[in-house]
């Protein structure tokens, strides 16, 4: 069993920066996508950013150029680089993980973490 543990939560002023990290417990799979959701408070969850295992990249137009997501495998973690915060990007942020095998799909959630952008 795959499990997920967010950390690098908290609040941070508007213009801050804040690092998630989400680190991988259990298997290794060859082939997988990895991503960052977020919901906010009477909203949807959202997809923020994701990655392939084959290093193909995605992001919400509302972090382009302000979020960077990225694999680290010698650490086994996802993480999550966001900048230039705003109170827009307030939610609980989930590391998220899909893959198959054979016809069988898997997937896994982390626990959240919250990210609070305020003055």
């Known amino acids: 069993q795959v499990q997920l543990v967010e950390s690098g939560g908290g609040s941070v002023q508007p213009g801050g920066s804040l690092r998630l990290s989400c680190t991988v417990s259990?298997?290794?799979?060859?082939?997988?996508?990895m991503a960052w959701y977020r919901q906010a408070p009477g909203k949807q969850r959202e997809l923020v950013a994701s990655?392939?295992?084959?290093?193909?990249?995605t992001y919400a137009d509302s972090v382009k150029a302000r979020f960077t997501i990225s694999i680290d495998n010698a650490k086994n973690t996802v993480d999550l680089q966001m900048s230039s915060l705003t109170p827009e990007d307030t939610a609980v942020y989930y590391c998220?993980?899909?893959?198959?095998?054979?016809?069988?799909?898997?997937?896994?959630w982390g626990q959240g973490t919250q990210v609070t952008v305020s003055s």
């Open positions: 998220y993980v899909n893959f198959r095998i054979g016809i069988t799909p898997y997937n896994s």
């Open positions: 990655i392939t295992s084959g290093g193909d990249t």
């Open positions: 259990g298997r290794t799979f060859s082939s997988y996508t």
